[in-house]
């Protein structure tokens, strides 16, 4: 197995520190706390790779991960819409999303990732249009199902497609949980599809 120090490649928080590369990426992003950091971990199977933590705002730099083939990048952005980060900061880290996507080298796809356990919030849908016009694939992975009652993801899954499909002509969306692996198999199969050619 790959150690950590070569799976990870970088952290940067302006673009032009964003690392050249000809290996195609795939980017995160979702609120502070939904579990960006978690599910690249996942995806990579590693425990301890990107940081994680249960109080929201852990992830403060853009940080890219290589996986162990080699074949491609996972970007982790820091979460957005962060209530306790005070205004300023959160407007300056929704605002480093926004100008900073586009610059990402070969960007292939982009999981956007919402909370199964709570209602649609506007800062997803507002997320949601914007991610959408960046232009690359975009998939919405619902976190924490292992936390929705069995009897509730139907609920959810047409919640899901209501209010996200509002927004864009065809919603993709996978439920997703790094605890009982819901999901996970999907996503590495949709990952693989863009980033294999
Ligand atoms: P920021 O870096 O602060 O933006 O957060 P993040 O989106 O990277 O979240 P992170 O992966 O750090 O996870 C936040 C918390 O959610 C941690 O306590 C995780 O253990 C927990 N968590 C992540 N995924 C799941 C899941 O699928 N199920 C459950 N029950 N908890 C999860
Ligand atoms: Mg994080």
Redesign the pocket.
Same mark, same amino acid.
Request: without cysteine; glycine residues 12%; proline residues 6%.
């Given at each position: 197995m790959a150690n950590k120090d070569q799976q990870f490649v970088t952290s940067a928080v302006k673009a032009v520190d964003f690392p050249k590369s000809n290996l195609p990426r795939i980017a995160f992003f &979702?609120?502070?706390?939904? &579990?960006?950091?978690? *599910?690249i971990?996942t995806l990579m199977n590693r425990k301890n790779l990107?940081? !994680?933590?249960? =109080?929201? &705002?852990? =992830?403060q730099t853009v940080n890219f991960y290589l996986a162990t083939d080699n074949s491609y990048q996972l970007v982790?952005y820091? &979460?957005y819409g962060?209530a306790k980060l005070g205004k300023k900061k959160r407007a300056e880290i929704n605002q480093m999303i926004r100008t900073t996507v586009s610059e990402i080298d070969n960007l292939r796809g982009i999981v956007q *990732?919402v909370d199964g356990r709570i209602p649609t919030q506007p800062v997803d849908l507002e997320f949601e249009k914007f991610l959408n016009q960046v232009g690359v694939p975009q998939m919405i992975a619902v =976190?924490? !199902?292992?936390?929705v009652k069995k009897s509730e993801i139907g609920k959810l899954e047409n919640r899901i497609e209501k209010d996200f499909g509002e927004n864009v002509e065809m919603v993709e969306y996978l439920l =997703?949980? !790094?605890?009982?692996k819901r999901g996970i198999t999907d996503l590495k199969t949709w990952i693989s599809e863009l980033t294999n050619f």
């Open positions: &979702g609120r502070s706390n939904v &579990g960006k950091s978690s *599910l971990n990107a940081r !994680t933590s249960s =109080t929201p &705002g852990k =992830t982790d820091p &979460g962060y *990732l =976190t924490k !199902t292992d936390k =997703t949980s !790094t605890v009982s």
